[in-house]
């Protein structure tokens, strides 16, 4: 247990429905990431917060994605009107930051979408 | 292009066999690399963090080589338990918070 939490852990819905998730970083970590994984790929950046600013997204994340981190705690990735390609595992990971910054990832959360 | 590379994709070793894990690279400018270890299922879990000037660093078992001049890591796995049996991902840092990740490969120790 790396000390990140992600809830649910695993998510089933059906095309067009949205899902949320929820990201909770160590408690002293002011950086959080979001990241997908694909079977057999490794990570891929999707958004990065500094404290509660949203600092960069990727090109992966379309307009149906949106994630928040409200008071720079906790976070949430939405994900609207899901389609079939968004079945992923999501990551979320939190750091303190410095140069040799470690990120520490969460179990994830597996979305199978239908 | 992905910026790491790792090979080989899957391996399978006896339990007690060393095996060793390649990874190439080719992200610019160049921060430090990791290797991680990701559980089926699970996210991943840091090993080792190596930088510029390092060129080997261990955490038990495992033990990973860096040559920044080739651009080349490697991690060693020496006398594998069934524990072991998990994805090694590669990951290479910029000088700023990005990471580029490999594709992983599959380590399966077998009895």
């Known amino acids: 247990d790396t000390g990140v939490s992600q809830d649910p852990r695993h998510k089933i819905t059906k095309r067009g429905q949205n899902v949320t998730f929820r990201c909770d970083p160590i408690?002293?970590?002011?950086?959080l990431y979001w990241y997908r994984q694909t079977l057999g790929q490794g990570p891929e950046f999707l958004t990065y917060?500094?404290?509660?600013?949203?600092?960069?997204k990727s090109r992966l994340l379309s307009d149906r994605f949106s994630a928040e981190r409200p008071k720079g705690s906790f976070s949430t990735l939405e994900i609207q009107r899901t389609e079939q390609g968004d079945s992923a595992m999501y990551l979320c990971?939190?750091?303190?930051?410095?140069?040799?910054?470690?990120?520490?990832f969460g179990p994830g959360t597996r979305l199978t979408v239908l | 292009k992905n910026q790491v590379e790792q090979s080989p994709q899957s391996l399978i070793i006896l339990e007690g066999k060393n095996c060793t894990l390649q990874?190439?690279?080719?992200?610019?400018?160049?921060?430090?690399l990791r290797w991680y270890k990701q559980d089926t299922g699970r996210g991943p879990v840091s090993l080792t963090i190596?930088?510029?000037?390092?060129n080997t660093k261990s955490n038990g078992r495992y033990t990973a080589t860096l040559d920044a001049d080739t651009k080349q890591s490697s991690l060693h796995i020496t006398a594998s338990q069934l524990s072991d049996s998990a994805s090694y991902i590669c990951?290479?840092?910029?000088?700023?918070?990005?990471?580029?990740f490999g594709a992983g490969t599959t380590v399966t120790v077998r009895a």
């Open positions: 990971a939190s750091s303190l930051g410095g140069p040799t910054d470690t990120q520490y």
């Open positions: 408690s002293e970590h002011n950086r």
């Open positions: 917060f500094q404290n509660e600013a949203q600092l960069e």
């Open positions: 990874c190439n690279y080719t992200v610019s400018p160049f921060s430090n």
């Open positions: 190596m930088t510029f000037s390092e």
């Open positions: 990951v290479v840092s910029r000088d700023d918070y990005k990471l580029s």
